[in-house]
C-alpha cells in the first residue's frame, strides 16, 4: 500500500486480562449463588449507589417522564420511529422459504422465528445513554422478541436515570432493572432469585448491547450458555478524505470519537498534505479549548490511540480500511467519487458518506444501528439488527416416494461415515433390515 505514517498510535496492544477475566468469573458466580442480593452488593461496591430497588416500577416511570425534559422526550419519540421504521423494512425484506422438489414428493423450506426472550442491556457512565435503549429494545420488538427486558446500572439516587426510563418505555420494554456491570450480564444469562420484593430475574435466550471491558468480558464468559449479539470494543472511526474535505469537519468527528473512552481509536487516512496539516492545526486548537467538555478523554484517546496517514490515492485508502475493518467509516470525497468508493468498501460496521454525514446521526437519528462490530470484527460480524433476533428454523417434510428417492445415497453416505444406525432408520422404511 502507498501509505506514509503521519502520526502513529501509541497505545498499548489489547489482548486478555486474566486479572479481569478471574474478576468477572467471580462475579457471575456470586449472581448464580445469591442472585439478586449479590446484585445489590455489586451496584454498591462498583456503581457507588444501592437500587431503591431491582425491578423498576410504574411509579418510577412517571417519575421519569417528569424529570426529563420535554425536548429530550421529542428526540427521543423521533429517534424511535426513524430506528423502528428501518427495523420494520429489514424485517419485511427478509422471507421464509418453502419449495418442492419437483423430482419427488419432497418439501423443504425454513421459518424465521424470533428468540423468545432477550435482555438488552444499557450502559451507565459519565452520561446516561437513552439512545442505547432505544436501539437495542427497539430492534428486538421489530423481530418480534416476546418478553423484551432491560437492565441499566443506578445513577444518583439509585435508580435508572430518568433518560434512560423514557428511553424503554418509549421503545416498549416488558420488564426493566437496576442492575449493571457483570452482575446484571450473570443475572440475564443464568436468572437470579428474589431479595426482598419481587420475583427476581428470570433468564433469557440472547443478551445485547454495549458496556465496559467488564460486561464485555461477562458476555464472553457466558456466551453459549446463553446468545450474545458480539463483543463491543473500544469505540472507532476511519475517516477517508480527499482534498475537497474541511480539516474542520474531519477534526469535529475524529473528536466526537475520541471523547467516548481513552481508548477510543480515531484514524484518518487523506490524500491531501494540506487537508491533514489544517486536521492537526484544528485538533490542537480544540484540545487546547477550556469549553471542550470531554477534553482529557479526547486528548487521552488522541494521545494514545489516535493514527495519521498520507495515502497516495483512494485505492490505498480503501485498502487499509478493508483490512482495519473499523466499527465506522467517514467518506469526505469529492462527490464524484463517493459512491465508487463506497462500493469498494467490503469491511466496516456502519458507513457514512459525504461532507455532511458525521457519527453521531447513525449514533443519534437516522435510524440506522449504532451497536457495531469493533476491534476488527467487521470482518465477519454485523452490526445489531432485527436478523440477531431471529432464527432460521429449518424443516422437511418426506413422503414414502421421497424416502425411496433418497434411501439409497442417504444410506451410502452413512455406512461411509459408520453411522450403521443412521442407515437401519432408512432401511427399515423401506422393508429392508433394519440391522
Known amino acids: 500500500m502507498g501509505l506514509t505514517v503521519i502520526k502513529m498510535a501509541r497505545g498499548k496492544a489489547s489482548g486478555r486480562d486474566g486479572a479481569l477475566e478471574e474478576t468477572v468469573r467471580g462475579v457471575i458466580d456470586e449472581v448464580r449463588a445469591r442472585g439478586e442480593a449479590a446484585l445489590f452488593e455489586y451496584a454498591e461496591r462498583f456503581d457507588g449507589a444501592r437500587p431503591r430497588g431491582m425491578r423498576v416500577g410504574p411509579q418510577a416511570f412517571r417519575d421519569a417522564y417528569e424529570a426529563t425534559p420535554a425536548r429530550t422526550t421529542e428526540a427521543l419519540h423521533l429517534a424511535h420511529e426513524r430506528i423502528l421504521d428501518f427495523a420494520r423494512k ?39 445513554l437513552p439512545s442505547s435503549a432505544l436501539m437495542s429494545v427497539t430492534t428486538a420488538r421489530a423481530a418480534g422478541v416476546r418478553r423484551v427486558a432491560a437492565t441499566s446500572p443506578p445513577s444518583g439516587g439509585g435508580e435508572v436515570h430518568p433518560a434512560v426510563l423514557v428511553a424503554l418505555d418509549i421503545a416498549g420494554a416488558d420488564e426493566v432493572y437496576c442492575a449493571g456491570g457483570a452482575g446484571a450480564i ?15 430475574i428470570e433468564r433469557v435466550d440472547m443478551i445485547v448491547g454495549p458496556g465496559n471491558r467488564f460486561v464485555t468480558e461477562a458476555k464472553r464468559q457466558v ?18 478524505a480527499d482534498g475537497t474535505a474541511k480539516p474542520a469537519f474531519i477534526a469535529a468527528d475524529l473528536l466526537a470519537q475520541a471523547e467516548h473512552d481513552p481508548e477510543a481509536s480515531p484514524c484518518l487516512v487523506a490524500t491531501d498534505m494540506g487537508v491533514i496539516d489544517g486536521v492537526l492545526a484544528e485538533l490542537e486548537r480544540r ?8 477534553r482529557e478523554t479526547a486528548a487521552r484517546a488522541w494521545a494514545d490511540n489516535g493514527v495519521i496517514y498520507l495515502a497516495d490515492g483512494l485505492d490505498d485508502a480503501v485498502e487499509l480500511a478493508n483490512v482495519r475493518a473499523p466499527e465506522h467509516i467517514e467518506l469526505q470525497l469529492d462527490p464524484a467519487a463517493e459512491r465508487s468508493v463506497a462500493e ?17 446521526f447513525g449514533d443519534f437519528v437516522s435510524g440506522t444501528n449504532h451497536i457495531l462490530p469493533t476491534m476488527g470484527s467487521a470482518r465477519f460480524a454485523g452490526g445489531l439488527w432485527v436478523g440477531t433476533f431471529l432464527r432460521a428454523a429449518f424443516h422437511q417434510f418426506i413422503s414414502k416416494e421421497a424416502c425411496a428417492a433418497l434411501a439409497d445415497p442417504c444410506v451410502t453416505l452413512a455406512e461411509t461415515e459408520g453411522l450403521f444406525a443412521h442407515s437401519a432408520s432408512v432401511r427399515i422404511r423401506l422393508g429392508k433390515s433394519s440391522v
Open 90 to 128: 429489514q424485517r419485511s425484506s427478509l422471507r421464509e422459504l418453502s419449495c418442492m422438489d419437483g423430482t419427488c414428493a419432497l418439501e423443504l423450506g425454513f421459518r424465521l422465528l424470533p428468540v423468545e426472550s432477550c435482555g438488552c442491556y444499557v450502559p451507565a457512565g459519565r452520561y446516561p
Open 186 to 200: 450473570a443475572a440475564f444469562a443464568y436468572g437470579a432469585s428474589a431479595c426482598g420484593e419481587g420475583g427476581g
Open 223 to 240: 456466551a453459549g450458555d446463553v446468545g450474545i449479539d458480539g463483543l463491543a470494543g473500544p469505540s472507532e472511526v476511519l475517516v477517508i
Open 287 to 294: 484540545l487546547t479549548d477550556p469549553g471542550f467538555h470531554a
Open 344 to 360: 469498494r468498501l467490503s469491511a466496516y460496521g456502519s458507513l457514512f458518506v459525504g461532507h455532511y454525514a458525521p457519527v453521531a
